[in-house]
């Protein structure tokens, strides 16, 4: 949704205590999001799943308040934990460590969205970031490292 859609529907004023509010729910979503790729059930499917739903839920709430990128980057991990969980990519310590810098960079964008160009250059770390975990290679399932089952 873009910005001048919102602005027909919300005054200035009730749009920025609405993004206030997301930035808030979003640093919570995305804390879950790095304690699940940290924790000790990491790469396990729950685990993968519940990292999918809190992205999707971010990704559905930035777009009510018109936070495009935020839209864009949250589409962007949860189709990287998709990859894992189809089994093109097994879960590796390497990609749980991605997640984690994905989660701040992330934060870091939504806490500079009152600098656009703070929070342009943000995005495009972001989007770096996410880029070498776009796709695997096919026929993989999802497994940890120490995984040593078939």
């Not at 919570?28 to 790095?34: H, I, S």
């Amino acid at each position: 949704m873009a910005d001048r859609d919102l602005l027909a529907d919300f005054d200035p004023d009730e749009l920025a205590m609405l993004r206030s509010l997301f930035r808030d729910e979003a640093h919570d979503g995305l804390e879950q999001v790095t304690a699940r790729a940290q924790g000790p059930t990491a790469g396990s499917l729950e685990a993968i799943l519940d990292m999918m739903r809190l992205t999707h839920t971010l990704k559905g709430a930035a777009g009510t308040v018109g936070l495009a990128d935020v839209v864009e980057l949250t589409h962007a991990l949860e189709g990287a934990l998709a990859v894992i969980r189809n089994g093109q990519r097994p879960w590796t310590p390497a990609f749980g460590d991605a997640v984690v810098e994905i989660v701040d960079g992330l934060r870091a964008h939504l806490d500079a969205h009152a600098d656009p160009a703070a929070a342009a250059a943000l995005a495009g770390r972001v989007r770096a970031l996410l880029a070498p975990w776009a796709e695997g290679p096919r026929g993989r399932r999802p497994v940890r490292d120490d995984d040593s089952g078939p």
